[in-house]
């Protein structure tokens, strides 16, 4: 399993630039100034805040180019998700 600073040192030697953030919050405030090709969202946050924050990202119509990806520590059914 990696962490944040693994799959972002990851990240990095693939060639891609990174920012991270830490809950729904920080991630609305950077998108618009970072205008990412790509959004990883943790499952695993608290209280359904990542699949808010993919509903908030795609609620943006600025957003139609980013895609979303999401990330989950352990495997899940599809039924349950």
């Not at 943790?42 to 699949?51: A, F, I, M």
């Not at 957003?63 to 999401?70: E, P, S």
Request: one cysteine or more; glycine letters at 6%; proline letters at 6%.
């Amino acid at each position: 399993v990696l962490g944040t600073p693994e799959l972002r040192a990851h990240l990095v030697r693939q060639g891609c630039t990174t920012s991270v953030a830490f809950d729904e919050r920080q991630a609305l405030g950077i998108i618009p100034s970072v205008r990412p090709n790509l959004v990883l969202i943790d499952l695993n946050l608290p209280r359904g805040e990542g699949l808010r924050l993919a509903a908030r990202i795609r609620a943006d119509h600025s957003n139609n180019h980013v895609r979303i990806a999401f990330l989950w520590q352990q495997a899940i059914e599809p039924a349950l998700f």
